[in-house]
């Protein structure tokens, strides 16, 4: 059910965001030297790794580690990165992800593949075994601003609660929080 549920909304948002998608992607191309997607080496289901699709935000040169980890992060951004990311747009492309079912539309945020402390705090959890999402309960609840303790006890809450009526209320306050540009710090 839940698959089902994640290829025909993924379906519908693509049909209704494709041309906010396709002008983001007009505007990275005009203002950025560089491709339009940026393919992030991703953590997914059981630590299996995978290549998850963004908006480029960042500069080409940009080393590949957690935007908190970056030296004055600012100095990276695109010059329209910091609204793609503001915004969330810059996530959009991954509703490939949910197509192709390395992620979901909710579940955990899927780790990079360098962030061993958050990979192996999952793991102990248990959390591993559910497969990423757009969006998940530490999306929600404090998104860049929680430590990485805390956004894995939001997880661990998920995997033992989680249900149809959860998650649609996970994808509501996503929407309610993106619109209001929440949680975002870079």
């Known amino acids: 059910m839940k698959r089902f549920f994640d290829v025909t909304m993924s379906l519908l948002a693509l049909f209704l965001l494709g041309i906010p998608m396709l002008t983001a992607a007009l505007f990275i191309k005009l203002t950025s030297k560089g491709p339009v997607l940026y393919w992030s080496d991703r953590v997914g289901k059981n630590n299996k790794n995978f290549r998850m699709p963004k908006f480029r935000t960042m500069l080409v040169e940009t080393p590949a580690v957690a935007t908190h ?9 695109t010059p329209i990165g910091k609204f793609l990311r503001k915004t969330s747009i810059d996530e959009l492309p991954q509703l490939w992800s949910i197509l192709k079912g390395d992620m979901s539309i909710v579940g955990p945020r899927p780790a990079l593949f360098n962030q ?45 609660n989680r249900s149809f009526i959860f998650d649609m209320k996970i994808i509501f306050q996503t929407i309610f929080k993106a619109a209001k540009c929440e949680g975002v710090t870079h």
């Open 69 to 77: 980890l970056l030296p004055d992060p600012d100095r990276y951004l």
């Open 116 to 160: 061993g402390d958050l990979i192996a705090l999952r793991t102990e959890k248990g959390v591993h075994v559910l497969t990423p999402g757009l969006s998940g309960p530490a999306q929600i609840n404090g998104r860049d601003e929680l430590p990485i303790p805390v956004k894995v006890e939001y997880d661990e809450y998920y995997l033992k």
